[in-house]
């Protein structure tokens, strides 16, 4: 009767682990950004699937990720799934660091741009403190950049 049972469970959660299991992943591509006088490649986030993914399951965050959005848009970052420390840098419309935040490992509590931002750059922890990059700085892509 048990092995009737165990059966019975397994037929009904197979469909469901296989349904998880097909949900892919996206890729995303790099772009060579200018973040005050340093340039870098980060990951592109640029469609909401893309955003929503985010750095979670990646065992890095180099080489960080920027979450682009069409037009300035009040948002809010959190770490579910996500094992790296992070800071962010919200970036407003002028393209200039409005605020820099600091993200810890798993935690899902939102936290909130003050205002509305054009973009998240995602950074390992203590990346923008290493190249000087600060409040009220330039963030440029640069040429070549398809969006």
């Known amino acids: 009767m048990m092995i009737k049972q165990l059966f019975v469970v397994l037929a009904l959660l ?29 990951q592109l986030a640029d469609t909401a699937q893309k955003r929503a993914q985010g750095l979670m399951f990646q065992q890095s965050a180099d080489p960080g990720m920027l979450l682009l959005y069409r037009e300035p848009t009040a948002i809010s ?27 810890e490992p798993f935690d899902t509590t939102p936290v909130p741009s003050q ?10 922890r203590g990346w923008f403190a290493k190249h000087g990059v600060a409040v009220g700085q330039k963030v440029a892509l640069l040429p070549g950049t398809t969006r």
């Open 77 to 103: 970052l959190w770490m579910a799934n996500t094992a790296m420390a992070l800071d962010v840098a919200y970036i407003g419309a002028d393209w200039t660091i409005a605020e820099l935040i600091t993200l």
């Open 14 to 42: 197979l469909p469901l682990m296989a349904c998880a299991a097909e949900q892919p992943r996206e890729t995303f591509s790099l772009v060579p950004l200018q973040v005050g006088d340093t340039r870098i490649q980060v």
């Open 115 to 124: 205002q509305p931002v054009i973009a998240a750059l995602e950074m390992p």
